[in-house]
């Protein structure tokens, strides 16, 4: 027990380094740095939460690539039927073209006659209306080319203007993606040191210490789930307690933080929830922390370098990090809100 209440602490203390840490680097890099703990498990403990949060950037960057990809190729889609478009509009534009010029050349060789011609030569009042009708006709038939052709020639410019943007959102959302993708790259290989000072800080550790971590669940009591989609995941991340968390992990066998709420809430019935303790920050609805009710989703950071469900009593459910089984415990230090989904 002294050493779960250390790693408590411990992971209160880092969490709150880690929300300095990050302020310090942005303003001014004056502040000497943190010694790193003397005890195995703490220094364990806390590479293990410095690893998790750098695996949830990496989550919310996968999540950022997806988006701008789909949007690249959205626009590209789209590229393709305005230039459709502005092809069929200039299309209309031709035709009325020809019928315009005739207009203005009959026009011109006199073809046309105004009402006060049809007056003139007409032999009887009778005479002059069927006239005048008949040239209200032409002049109506004359009106809606025009209209026709002004319409094409508004028609073709929209659809260029429609294509001309779309092209600059598709190479914006291209290099977007692969400004993302050089992002995942650097992220990806200081992931990778950083799991292997997890691996070394780990064998450190002793056989008892090891199982400690890999076995503790938290309490065993029974959690009253509400009724709803949030109760419903909150009891399916329960049912995950023990298993493994890993780097990405996303069920059923081995989750990280966000994988393990994605996993829980789809089971309840809300499926395709990103993959990252940031995105998932910004759905929902806010809760207060004085209003926090179980199935709820608690954050720590901002934006969230964890994620964890609510299950009463000031404790969650969540995947920990790396040597750490899914379990129950006290909301760490550095929270940052709640959000409530299914509501």
């Given at each position: 027990?002294?050493?779960?209440?250390?790693?408590?602490i411990v992971?209160?203390?880092?969490a709150?380094?880690?929300?300095?840490a990050?302020?310090?680097?942005s303003?001014?890099?004056?502040?000497?740095?943190?010694?790193?703990?003397?005890d195995?498990?703490?220094?364990?403990?806390?590479?293990?939460q410095?690893?998790?949060?750098?695996?949830?950037?990496i989550?919310?960057?996968?999540?950022d690539?997806?988006?701008?990809?789909?949007?690249a190729?959205?626009?590209?889609?789209?590229?393709?039927?305005?230039?459709q478009?502005?092809?069929?509009?200039?299309?209309r534009?031709?035709?009325y073209l020809?019928?315009?010029?005739?207009?203005?050349?009959?026009?011109?060789e006199?073809?046309?006659?105004?009402?006060?011609?049809?007056?003139?030569?007409?032999?009887?009042?009778k005479d002059?209306?069927?006239?005048?009708s008949?040239?209200?006709?032409?002049?109506?038939?004359?009106?809606?080319?025009?209209?026709?052709?002004?319409?094409?020639?508004?028609?073709?410019?929209?659809?260029?203007?429609?294509?001309?943007?779309d092209?600059?959102?598709?190479?914006?959302?291209?290099?977007?993606a692969n400004?993302?993708?050089?992002?995942?790259?650097t992220?990806?290989?200081?992931?990778?040191?950083?799991?292997?000072?997890?691996?070394?800080?780990?064998?450190?550790?002793s056989a008892?210490?090891?199982?400690s971590l890999?076995?503790d669940?938290?309490?065993?009591?029974?959690?009253?789930?509400?009724?709803?989609?949030?109760?419903?995941?909150?009891?399916?991340?329960?049912?995950?307690?023990?298993?493994p968390?890993?780097?990405?992990?996303?069920?059923p066998?081995?989750?990280?933080?966000s994988?393990?709420?994605?996993?829980?809430?789809?089971?309840?019935?809300?499926?395709?929830?990103?993959?990252?303790?940031?995105?998932?920050?910004?759905m929902?609805m806010?809760?207060s922390?004085?209003?926090?009710?179980?199935?709820?989703?608690?954050?720590f950071?901002?934006p969230?370098g964890h994620?964890?469900?609510?299950?009463?009593g000031?404790?969650m459910?969540n995947?920990?990090?790396?040597?750490?089984?899914?379990?129950?415990e006290?909301?760490?230090s550095?929270?940052?809100?709640?959000?409530r989904?299914?509501?």
């Amino acid at each position: 027990m002294a050493s779960h209440r250390l790693e408590r602490i411990v992971r209160g203390t880092f969490a709150v380094a880690v929300a300095i840490a990050v302020v310090s680097v942005s303003s001014a890099a004056t502040a000497a740095p943190t010694p790193p703990p003397t005890d195995p498990v703490a220094l364990f403990t806390q590479l293990s939460q410095q690893a998790n949060a750098l695996n949830e950037q990496i989550d919310a960057a996968n999540v950022d690539l997806a988006s701008e990809q789909a949007l690249a190729k959205k626009a590209s889609s789209d590229i393709t039927a305005a230039q459709q478009a502005e092809k069929d509009a200039q299309g209309r534009v031709n035709t009325y073209l020809v019928l315009v010029d005739q207009l203005a050349g009959a026009s011109y060789e006199g073809a046309r006659f105004n009402q006060l011609s049809a007056l003139l030569t007409g032999t009887s009042t009778k005479d002059y209306l069927n006239r005048a009708s008949d040239l209200a006709a032409v002049a109506n038939d004359d009106l809606a080319t025009m209209t026709k052709f002004t319409t094409a020639i508004d028609a073709a410019k929209s659809a260029e203007q429609r294509a001309t943007k779309d092209e600059q959102t598709a190479q914006g959302a291209a290099a977007s993606a692969n400004a993302l993708l050089q992002q995942l790259n650097t992220q990806s290989a200081q992931l990778t040191a950083q799991i292997a000072q997890v691996n070394q800080a780990l064998h450190r550790l002793s056989a008892s210490q090891q199982s400690s971590l890999n076995t503790d669940i938290g309490p065993t009591g029974s959690y009253i789930a509400p009724a709803g989609v949030a109760g419903a995941a909150m009891q399916a991340a329960l049912n995950q307690r023990g298993k493994p968390y890993r780097f990405g992990g996303a069920g059923p066998d081995s989750f990280d933080c966000s994988g393990l709420v994605d996993y829980a809430y789809m089971l309840a019935g809300m499926p395709g929830l990103p993959h990252s303790a940031a995105a998932l920050q910004g759905m929902g609805m806010s809760v207060s922390r004085a209003n926090l009710q179980p199935g709820d989703l608690v954050f720590f950071g901002n934006p969230a370098g964890h994620v964890g469900i609510y299950v009463g009593g000031g404790m969650m459910v969540n995947a920990p990090s790396s040597g750490q089984v899914v379990k129950v415990e006290p909301l760490f230090s550095g929270y940052s809100g709640a959000r409530r989904l299914g509501a």
